[in-house]
């Protein structure tokens, strides 16, 4: 697993710009506390989770100071069991969801950071908002307060070829560009989660900041 990790790393540097920052998240599901403790003491402190059981199962099960991140499909009654032990939600795509984030957030009197879902690719079987529909979902956001808005996310389908891989990561980056210059008390957008084990090569290339890394890791 070490040098998995340290190859992954080296391809990031040399992948990346001179002035961009990649977070390496490392998709932790259905991976044993055992592993996720391995990666840790081997240098990776951020871990993805899609489930809420079994984030909370991890998140008592380990004394280590993880930063856990929810990358999966969020349930508005589930909202509450994570708001303030996760540090990102990557995976808001709706608004009701994003108003049931404020309201557990206010009621623990904590700010949750998160991003939005784009579903970029328009596909039928993926959550998310449409591209052109980022800019009505910042107006309404500026009405939360203890909801921050940091960057957008998106998954490209499965069976996407290189040049539509890079169309989809081109297009959302471009609308994270702009975006980043909507600034407000609660929108600050500096992460843009793009790419996982099978195209975050172009997805860093298209100027991902963010990566979800797990099959790689954890499975060689």
């Not at 709706?94 to 991003?115: A, D, G, R, T």
């Not at 307060?145 to 389908?157: C, D, S």
């Not at 996407?160 to 957008?189: G, P, Q, V, Y």
Request: proline letters at 1%.
């Amino acid at each position: 697993m070490q040098s998995r990790i340290n190859n992954i790393r080296q391809q990031i540097q040399t992948l990346r710009k001179d002035d961009q920052h990649v977070l390496l998240v490392a998709v932790s599901k259905t991976c044993p506390i055992e592993q996720i403790e391995l990666a840790y003491n081997f240098g990776i402190k951020d871990f993805g989770e899609n489930k809420v059981n079994e984030l909370l199962n991890k998140i008592q099960s380990t004394s280590l100071p993880i930063n856990w991140h929810f990358i999966g499909h969020l349930q508005t009654n589930k909202v509450k069991y994570i708001v303030g032990k996760v540090v990102l939600i990557h995976s808001v795509d709706s608004i009701k969801l994003l108003q049931e984030i404020e309201k557990e957030s206010k009621k623990k009197n904590i700010e949750s950071e998160v991003l939005l879902q784009i579903n970029v690719s328009g596909e039928k079987t993926k959550y998310g908002f449409k591209i052109d529909e980022i800019n009505d979902i910042i107006n309404i956001s500026k009405n939360l307060f203890y909801t921050k808005i940091v960057g957008l996310m998106t998954m490209a389908p499965f069976e996407a070829d290189t040049e539509s891989l890079k169309d989809i990561f081109n297009r959302l980056h471009e609308k994270f560009i702009d975006m980043s210059r909507e600034k407000s008390d609660n929108i600050n957008m500096k992460i843009l989660s793009m790419g996982m084990s099978g195209d975050y090569k172009e997805a860093i290339l298209s100027g991902s900041n963010c990566v979800r890394i797990g099959s790689y890791i954890f499975k060689g």
